[in-house]
C-alpha cells in the first residue's frame, strides 16, 4: 500500500465548530458535557449530554444556516448536516479545490456514521403510527439513511469519485479510515 496522508482535517463537537478550537479545548482536560435544555429530561436518570452549541456562529457555536439555507435543513436529519459542515472545513484545510473532470472523478467521499438519521427515525415512526403513511415527508428517506452524508458531500463540491458510508456503531471512525485508505 501507498502511504496514505490526511491533508485537511474538519470538526463539529459538542466544545463547537471548528478542528482548531475544538483541539484546544481538548487539551484543556475539560469536559463539555453540559445539563440537558433541548427537552424535558426530568424522567431520566441522565440529565447530561455532549450537545453541538448552536447560535449565530460566534464564540464557536455552530450555525446551520451559515451551511444551508433554511429550506434544505428542514429536509435532512442532523447527522447529515454535521457531516457537511466538518467535510467543508476539511476541504478548505486541505486546500484541495478539484477544478477539471479528472480531478473531481479522482476525488472520492467516504464517512462514517455510529448510527445515523436515528432520531428522524423515530420521529416519523410516531408519525406513521399515530397520523398514517400520507404524513409522512417523501424527505424522510433521503433525509435520514446513512449513505446521503456522503452523497449530499458529494454533490454539494461535485465530487465525483467513490461514494461509501460506513456504519459499524463505536468501531466506525476506524473502519472509514481503514476503508479510504484502501480506496487510496
Not at 471548528?18 to 445539563?35: I, N, P, Y
Not at 467543508?88 to 477544478?99: F, H, I, M
Not at 462514517?112 to 410516531?126: F, H, L, P, Y
Not at 479510515?177 to 487510496?184: E, F, H, K, M, V
Request: proline fraction near 5%; charge should be neutral.
Amino acid at each position: 500500500m501507498r502511504r496514505v496522508v490526511v491533508t485537511g482535517l474538519g470538526l463539529l463537537s459538542p466544545f463547537g465548530m471548528g478542528f482548531e478550537h475544538s483541539w484546544k479545548e481538548l487539551l484543556t482536560g475539560r469536559s463539555a458535557a453540559k445539563r440537558i435544555t433541548e427537552f424535558e429530561v426530568e424522567d431520566l436518570a441522565c440529565k447530561i449530554a455532549h450537545v453541538i452549541p448552536r447560535g449565530d456562529g460566534s464564540n464557536a457555536t455552530f450555525n446551520p444556516e451559515a451551511v444551508l439555507e433554511p429550506k434544505e435543513l428542514r429536509k435532512i436529519g442532523d447527522f447529515i448536516l454535521y457531516g457537511i459542515a466538518a467535510a467543508d472545513e476539511a476541504l478548505k484545510d486541505s486546500g484541495w479545490e478539484p477544478k477539471t473532470h479528472e480531478e473531481r472523478c479522482a476525488t472520492g467521499v467516504l464517512i462514517g456514521s455510529g448510527i445515523g438519521g436515528i432520531e428522524g427515525i423515530a420521529e416519523n415512526a410516531m408519525i406513521l403510527k399515530e397520523r398514517g403513511p400520507r404524513r409522512i415527508s417523501p424527505f424522510f428517506i433521503p433525509g435520514q439513511i446513512i449513505n446521503l452524508v456522503s452523497g449530499q458531500v458529494s454533490i454539494r463540491h461535485g465530487l465525483k469519485g467513490p461514494n461509501h458510508a460506513v456504519v459499524t456503531a463505536c468501531s466506525t471512525g476506524a473502519h472509514a479510515i481503514g476503508d479510504a485508505a484502501r480506496l487510496i
